[in-house]
């Protein structure tokens, strides 16, 4: 895929960091996908994870349960990729967070509205402070998403957005038909 940034480990060899959808691989992404019809009424929420530098997803997928290399509602149809550069400590910084958010999730419960997959991830920004700041939460994180997140494919765009707006649409007409 066209979407990667040149990695460098503390060794200074060059690591693979492209996008490879085929393979589930999002290095230095975060990553979302629709959860069945929450996302038809609310199409720009979902579930979400993130992934390490080798693009393996980690996410927070129910109550004491973080799932790695298996995403809790299915593959990712969005990402938006990160720069590794912007965490502290760089690629093991990167790495080093998600590692840690993963391990403080394990303990949690989940909560549909307080401590959930957004809150996963905004956790493990601001264990990383990535871009300098850790002043992370779930409503950055979901909007930021929805402004640069990019669709893997065109069917991905349509398999999010095709239920709303079916309903939005059966909705306008049955108020205009009575």
Not at 10 to 17: C, F, G, K
Not at 83 to 105: C, F, H, L, R
Not at 155 to 169: G, H, N, S
Request: aromatic share 14%; charged share 15%.
């Amino acid at each position: 895929m066209k979407d990667s940034i040149e990695v460098t480990d503390d060794n200074s060899s060059v690591m693979d960091s492209s996008i490879d959808p085929a393979r589930h691989r999002f290095p230095f992404c975060i990553v979302w996908t629709p959860i069945p019809i929450l996302t038809y009424i609310l199409p720009f929420i979902g579930h979400m994870g993130i992934a390490t530098s080798t693009g393996v997803i980690v996410d927070f997928a129910g109550p004491y349960h973080v799932s790695e290399d298996s995403m809790g509602f299915g593959w990712p149809t969005k990402y938006w990729q990160l720069n590794y550069a912007k965490a502290k400590g760089g690629v093991q910084g990167w790495d080093t967070a998600i590692a840690e958010g993963a391990e403080i999730y394990r303990g949690r419960m989940h909560n549909l509205f307080w401590d959930n997959c957004y809150a996963h991830v905004a956790m493990t920004l601001k264990l990383m402070n990535y871009n300098n700041t850790s002043r992370w939460n779930m409503v950055k994180i979901g909007l930021l998403m929805t402004v640069y997140g990019k669709y893997v494919s065109f069917a991905d765009f349509v398999k999010t957005w095709a239920p709303f707006t079916l309903i939005t649409l059966i909705i306008v007409m049955v108020y205009l038909l009575t």
